[in-house]
């Protein structure tokens, strides 16, 4: 049966119909409606036009946040109308069917796991280092969503081993100091960048500052990389994946990648650094693409 994949963003919900083998047959964007009510039936209209064009098919979601075991709620989406809702009750109720979601951090390392950068590692960790930073994990094929259904949560672990500079850490939304959100993020490079050397440069303009010889701009560029390698021993020490794939628009960094292959080894706790830590290859389409693999072939959920 074939499969439609939704991307529900804060500012656009992004739906591609796949068949079977993987065929991309279609695919719409639209803007997300600020309200819970309207998010449903834009869903669900997106839906019902490329059934009534491709037949019925099985539908995944990517969202924000995560559903919580507990009570069947969503908690901790930055599309703030969607916390406390029963979102995944309610969709399926309104496409009369059984519909399967998961974090887009979430479907972004499925997808990358399956046919992409990370194609044919035993364990993949995906992480997503955009406006926030959000991480997933893949292993034998399989999604691990964990007890409290946040594995993979590597944006909300404090920044390890801190230096000097680091001891009063900034605030993160989600109440605590010195998350690695508040360090690595878009927002938070700028936020660093502004710290150390004043102005208002956004994080893209800090990488092009950079690349154009900008002194400042290369510490803060080379002091992000190395907060990243970091973060992502911790994330070695305890996981220890074949792959890590970095998605995000600031995963688009020139040199990024490099830096953070570069600086690792001196983070972990071993002798040598297997681990490949690579950029996505489906980009901003893995979100979409990992949804609708949340169904394998015969139908049952991942």
Same mark, same amino acid.
């Given at each position: 049966?074939?499969?439609?994949?939704?991307?529900?963003?804060?500012?656009?919900?992004?739906?591609?119909?796949?068949? $079977?083998?993987?065929?991309?047959?279609?695919?719409?964007?639209?803007?997300?409606?600020?309200?819970?009510?309207?998010?449903?039936?834009?869903?669900?209209?997106?839906?019902?036009?490329?059934?009534?064009?491709?037949?019925?098919?099985?539908?995944?979601?990517?969202?924000?946040?995560?559903?919580?075991? +507990?009570?069947?709620?969503?908690?901790?989406?930055?599309?703030?109308?969607?916390?406390?809702? &029963?979102?995944?009750?309610?969709?399926?109720?309104?496409?009369?069917? &059984?519909?399967?979601?998961?974090? /887009?951090?979430?479907?972004?390392?499925?997808?990358?796991a399956r046919d992409g950068a990370g194609r044919g590692a035993g364990v993949v960790f995906g992480v997503i280092v955009g406006t926030g930073v959000?991480?997933?994990?893949?292993?034998?094929?399989?999604?691990?969503?964990?007890?409290?259904?946040?594995?993979?949560?590597?944006?909300?672990?404090?920044?390890?081993? @801190?230096?000097?500079?680091?001891?009063? $850490? $900034?605030?993160?939304?989600?109440?605590?100091?010195?998350?690695? +959100?508040?360090?690595?993020?878009? @927002?938070?490079?700028?936020?660093?960048?502004?710290?150390?050397?004043?102005?208002?440069?956004?994080?893209? +303009?800090?990488?092009?500052?950079?690349?154009?010889?900008?002194?400042?701009?290369?510490?803060?560029?080379?002091?992000?990389?190395?907060?990243?390698?970091?973060?992502?021993?911790?994330?070695?020490?305890?996981?220890? @994946?074949?792959?890590?794939?970095?998605?995000?628009?600031?995963?688009?960094?020139?040199?990024?990648? +490099?830096?953070?292959?570069?600086?690792?080894?001196?983070?972990?706790?071993?002798?040598?650094?297997?681990?490949?830590?690579?950029?996505?290859?489906?980009? /901003?389409?893995?979100?979409?693409?990992?949804?609708?693999?949340?169904?394998?072939?015969?139908?049952?959920?991942?």
């Amino acid at each position: 049966m074939n499969r439609i994949g939704i991307d529900l963003g804060g500012t656009k919900i992004e739906a591609r119909l796949f068949a $079977p083998g993987g065929e991309e047959l279609c695919r719409q964007r639209v803007a997300t409606p600020r309200n819970y009510t309207g998010t449903i039936s834009e869903i669900e209209r997106l839906v019902m036009a490329m059934e009534a064009k491709y037949g019925a098919a099985r539908v995944g979601l990517a969202h924000p946040g995560s559903i919580s075991p +507990e009570t069947g709620l969503m908690r901790n989406a930055n599309s703030v109308w969607l916390n406390g809702r &029963p979102f995944r009750e309610d969709l399926s109720a309104r496409l009369d069917r &059984p519909v399967r979601t998961a974090n /887009d951090a979430n479907c972004f390392a499925l997808s990358e796991a399956r046919d992409g950068a990370g194609r044919g590692a035993g364990v993949v960790f995906g992480v997503i280092v955009g406006t926030g930073v959000g991480g997933g994990i893949v292993a034998g094929g399989q999604l691990i969503n964990g007890t409290q259904a946040i594995a993979g949560e590597w944006g909300h672990i404090p920044l390890p081993w @801190p230096q000097q500079d680091e001891l009063d $850490p $900034p605030g993160c939304w989600c109440g605590k100091t010195g998350c690695l +959100e508040t360090w690595l993020s878009g @927002p938070g490079l700028a936020a660093c960048h502004a710290r150390a050397h004043g102005g208002a440069l956004t994080a893209n +303009e800090v990488f092009l500052a950079a690349r154009d010889g900008d002194a400042a701009a290369i510490e803060s560029v080379a002091r992000h990389g190395e907060r990243m390698a970091r973060g992502l021993a911790v994330v070695i020490n305890i996981l220890d @994946p074949d792959v890590i794939v970095l998605g995000g628009g600031v995963s688009n960094a020139d040199g990024l990648i +490099e830096r953070i292959n570069r600086t690792l080894p001196a983070w972990l706790f071993s002798d040598i650094c297997r681990t490949r830590v690579v950029r996505h290859h489906h980009g /901003d389409a893995s979100g979409v693409r990992g949804a609708a693999w949340l169904w394998d072939d015969d139908g049952a959920a991942l």
